[in-house]
């Protein structure tokens, strides 16, 4: 990689024995000249902090945007798909890790501008633009430049994220964002600390602050691991914090563990575990709970919380019926569902639509 790919960045000061602290999230890393954070892709070069990855992805590709997931934001839309490298989390169980965990630069082939980015999402029809597969966070800069450039267009911003950012940096972030992923890994501190080297509190400061002081919208996902964070007390304590701290409209997945990266002898989540976890949620109050990455119709579909009528049935990520009225309600009972939507579900389906960016003019 030259350093034709790096661009200043934002977040950091210098303390008091001449290393620079990065102030982008809480690992608060202290770098002398020429190291690297733990993020990787944040560096010092001289007397500032650079992003090495700025401009370069692992790859673009066209999803249906139930795919992040997001259930509640224009349903059935393509949404444009990227990543670069690095992540700030050690997640032992990462299903990304090929990527996140890439200390190989050479794996970023695609190189494009904000620009070229939302002009892509335009020319291929996508509603909005995703920052995903690794963690946008670590790569600020660039996820806020390319926000731009779609809104420029009149293309919406997602952010797929763990949510472990500095407050400075998490009010910069998302309010160049339109809706986010936020992955609740767990709902203890001694699993945060164990098994992904962070720390709980700062993601439920960004949930909190997501809800109370911005109008993104946002959903949760959780990963449920055997015997790690499946537990009903875990499971229960979780949507109750949920419901008191965040409201009952916030859409709550679960996705199944397969067997990845340095917890390869655990093995995959029964579904039953996911469809328990469902229940205990809908019990809790939380209004919509869905199940992710196993085959589950009546965890895919989404429901009226007044009357229980379908309002979106979903077959994996195909939209099978798009029962709302033109102003986002119940056509039963007129209850509102919480979210954004169109008038009409997107017809995109469940295709994954691998583009080359440099063939954008």
Not at 117 to 134: D, M, P, R, W
Request: glycine share 6%.
């Amino acid at each position: 990689m030259t350093k034709t790919s790096y661009h200043p960045g934002r977040y950091w000061h210098v303390i008091d024995d001449g290393r620079i602290q990065c102030d982008l999230c809480p690992r608060d890393c202290k770098l002398k000249d020429g190291q690297r954070g733990a993020c990787f892709v944040r560096m010092r070069e001289g007397d500032q902090i650079v992003l090495t990855t700025y401009g370069r992805s692992s790859g673009f590709c066209v999803d249906p945007i139930e795919k992040k997931p997001l259930n509640h934001f224009y349903p059935g839309s393509s949404v444009l798909s990227f990543g670069t490298a690095g992540c700030n989390l050690a997640c032992k169980f990462c299903q990304n890790w090929d990527i996140s965990k890439s200390k190989d630069m050479d794996r970023l082939m695609d190189q494009a501008s904000p620009e070229t980015i939302a002009l892509a999402a335009e020319q291929h029809g996508c509603k909005s633009v995703a920052f995903t597969y690794n963690d946008p966070v670590i790569f600020a800069e660039y996820a806020m430049d390319t926000a731009d450039a779609c809104h420029a267009r009149g293309i919406k911003t997602v952010a797929v994220t763990a949510g472990y950012i500095h407050e400075e940096a998490r009010r910069d972030f998302f309010a160049k964002m339109d809706a986010a992923n936020v992955d609740l890994k767990a709902f203890t501190d001694e699993f945060y600390y164990k098994l992904t080297g962070s720390h709980l509190q700062p993601v439920l400061d960004t949930l909190v602050y997501l809800k109370h002081e911005t109008d993104v919208w946002f959903e949760i996902t959780t990963l449920l691991i055997p015997g790690e964070n499946d537990s009903t007390e875990e499971i229960t304590a979780m949507c109750q914090w949920i419901n008191k701290e965040l409201g009952s409209d916030v859409p709550l997945h679960f996705s199944a563990f397969h067997p990845d990266h340095k917890m390869a002898d655990i093995s995959h989540t029964p579904a039953a575990t996911l469809v328990r976890a469902r229940d205990i949620a809908l019990k809790a109050g939380l209004k919509y709970v869905y199940t992710g990455n196993v085959h589950n119709k009546d965890g895919d579909t989404t429901y009226c919380a007044n009357c229980h009528a379908t309002l979106i049935e979903r077959d994996w990520y195909q939209i099978n019926q798009y029962s709302l009225d033109k102003d986002g309600c119940c056509p039963e009972c007129g209850e509102a569902l919480a979210g954004k939507f169109a008038e009409q579900a997107g017809n995109f389906g469940s295709r994954r639509i691998p583009i080359a960016i440099n063939l954008i003019k």
